[in-house]
C-alpha cells in the first residue's frame, strides 16, 4: 500500500509535487503561503493541491486567524 501511494505521488504533474515538498518542509500552510513560496500561478497551486487532496497526501483545515481561507498540511 506505502508503495502505491508513493507512486501516486511520483505520477502527479511537477508543481504538485512541488507544493507537497513545501508542504513537508515548511508545515501548514495557506494557499497564499504555497503561492508565494512556489512561485507558481493560483491556478496552477489550486489544481496542485486538488490533485494532492484526491490521493489523501495533503488535508485542508479552517484557518482560525483567518476563515475565509484553509491551511494546508500533509498527511502521511
Known amino acids: 500500500m506505502c508503495d502505491d ?6 505520477d502527479l504533474p511537477p508543481s504538485a509535487k512541488l507544493v507537497f515538498v513545501v508542504l513537508e518542509e515548511e508545515g501548514p500552510l495557506t494557499q497564499k503561503q504555497i503561492i508565494k513560496n512556489t512561485l507558481l500561478s493560483p491556478r496552477t497551486a489550486r489544481y496542485a493541491l486538488t490533485l494532492l487532496e484526491e ?8 484557518h482560525f486567524a483567518d476563515a475565509r481561507q484553509s491551511i494546508y498540511e500533509t498527511t502521511r
Open 55 to 62: 490521493i489523501g497526501r495533503v488535508s485542508a483545515d479552517i
Open 5 to 10: 501511494v508513493d507512486q501516486e505521488l511520483l
